[in-house]
């Protein structure tokens, strides 16, 4: 069998003798003087026959589903305009602020008031300085990809992006709807809190169109019971079902209602951030007990809140196995870092680290405990720290149920990780101790409309990794099967494990 039974690929990278290298109508500089030194080209990333075959056969045209994203729903629902590229492009990414904070920029510069074309110029002169980031990558792609601009953006070329930019925001299609029809994607969710207004949602809906937008829940604040604003959370919770909350029973009937609020707005997801997880099972009458201590605000140690909330995740996670829910954990980060930093630029403004290794097992208690009461959801499984790579790989064998494929998996590499050497590692673990067929596949978790393009990222890096798995015979050379999986990772799987 042939090393490339599919496809073709350059035998140079040279741009000048490469005929497929990509160009632009739009470029900056004008349509007669393409840029020779723009490294994004048909075959990025892409280094075999095999690689360029799988991509440009299976993976380029498959639709996205972006199953876990920040976009605003406000945003998606009144079709925004944006004034200029800061505002779509560099105000809500903490992964361009971090970059700029490590070269040294003023915070009045990234998150602070200075003016938006200000922070723009500042971004424009980090960029240079980011090669060997995949901030490098996104940026490059993004430009291109939405704005046909191929040149690199420097403090140099910033003025006249800038404008490109301008007249393209200006053009039809070029809201926020219409930025997510050009990468055709098929669809979004949200993150979402608990007591978030749904009405984007339901206004989008009504309104139709190429990209279906759903909420997911971020259920963080339900689980919050050592947080100073809990009393205050569950006072607003009351008002906003009409359920007086006087005991553990009364608040799982309210958050049972906003569950199925969530549900009639086309909800298939739930999500935790669970930073610092510990899990004890415990009965429901201590749950009774340590809530109405909560509930009064008497004294509430650390074990307290401990125990009170994992009474409050098994609730949670029978209620999502129940109404066929996937449930996201989002897995070892520490988000307390710089209390300056978080005072600035709030609670998610991109300086938050990498924390421990996840407790195993407190996750392999919860598993049970659900497991035993067959409301186990479908669960995907986020670490932040590289180093849960593989035991949660091998931890997603542990808790199978007979006719699902993928009951729990080990999710995209994320924040830290969504790299190419991050996606590697990942797609490594999952090979070597799962099912790598059954991955759900990529999702951007960003609140940026720009970053779909990481889809793109994330299939020629799946398609180099497959071509360097067949070059070393640790894989057929068959188009058949490696298309199919490609296929099933880029948007299949994640379309039948949503329903979509």
């Not at 350059?10 to 470029?27: I, K, M, W, Y």
């Not at 673990?429 to 991955?439: D, V």
């Not at 720009?450 to 068959?478: I, K, N």
């Amino acid at each position: 069998m042939p090393e490339a039974p599919v496809g073709t690929c350059h035998e140079t990278p040279n741009v000048a003798q490469n005929p497929r290298r990509e160009r632009s109508a739009h470029s900056v500089g004008g349509p007669q003087t393409p840029d020779v030194n723009a490294f994004i080209h048909d075959d990025f990333l892409l280094s075999s026959k095999t690689a360029c075959g799988l991509y440009h056969e299976f993976a380029a045209g498959a639709p996205i589903c972006d199953y876990h994203c920040h976009l605003d729903p406000r945003d998606l629902a009144a079709d925004r305009r944006f004034e200029n590229i800061t505002q779509l492009w560099v105000t809500t990414d903490p992964y361009k602020h971090r970059a700029m904070r490590l070269a040294g920029v003023p915070e009045r510069l990234i998150t602070g008031n200075a003016a938006e074309r200000e922070k723009f110029d500042a971004w424009a002169a980090v960029v240079p300085l980011t090669l060997g980031n995949p901030l490098h990558h996104w940026t490059a792609l993004e430009l291109k990809r939405y704005f046909d601009i191929v040149q690199p953006l420097t403090t140099d070329s910033a003025p006249r992006i800038w404008e490109t930019c301008q007249e393209r925001l200006r053009e039809p299609g070029f809201t926020a709807r219409g930025l997510l029809a050009r990468r055709a994607v098929s669809c979004v969710c949200t993150s979402d809190r608990l007591l978030d207004d749904l009405a984007p949602h339901a206004r989008i809906a009504g309104e139709g169109g190429v990209t279906r937008v759903l909420p997911s829940l971020r259920a963080d604040e339900a689980v919050a019971v050592e947080s100073p604003d809990f009393p205050k959370w569950l006072q607003a919770l009351a008002a906003a079902t009409g359920i007086p909350i006087r005991d553990f029973g009364s608040f799982r009937a309210a958050l049972t209602q906003r569950l199925d609020h969530f549900g009639r707005a086309g909800a298939r997801l739930s999500d935790h951030g669970l930073d610092d997880f510990s899990y004890l099972s415990i009965p429901d009458e201590e749950a009774e007990t340590r809530f109405g201590r909560r509930l009064r605000t008497e004294t509430f140690s650390a074990d307290d809140a401990v125990r009170l909330r994992s009474a409050i995740l098994r609730f949670l996670g029978v209620e999502y196995a129940r109404r066929g829910w996937v449930m996201q954990l989002h897995l070892g980060a520490r988000r307390r870092t710089s209390s300056r930093l978080r005072r600035l630029a709030g609670p998610a403004g991109g300086y938050a680290c990498i924390g421990q290794p996840c407790d195993m097992p407190s996750l392999c208690a919860w598993f049970d405990d659900l497991e035993r009461a067959e409301a186990l959801p479908r669960t995907i499984l986020y670490p932040l720290n590289p180093a849960d790579f593989v035991p949660l790989a091998v931890l997603c064998g542990s808790f199978a149920e007979d006719g699902v494929a993928g009951k729990l998996q080990l999710g995209p590499a994320w924040w830290f990780n969504d790299h190419a050497t991050g996606m590697r590692a990942q797609l490594d673990a999952i090979a070597n101790h799962g099912l790598l067929a059954t991955f759900i596949g990529m999702t951007t978790d960003s609140r940026s409309l720009l970053s779909m393009t990481r889809h793109e990222y994330f299939r020629r890096v799946l398609c180099e990794w497959l071509g360097a798995q067949v070059a070393a015979g640790t894989m057929p050379a068959d188009s058949g099967p490696l298309g199919g999986l490609v296929r099933a990772l880029c948007f299949d799987n994640a379309r039948q494990v949503l329903a979509l």
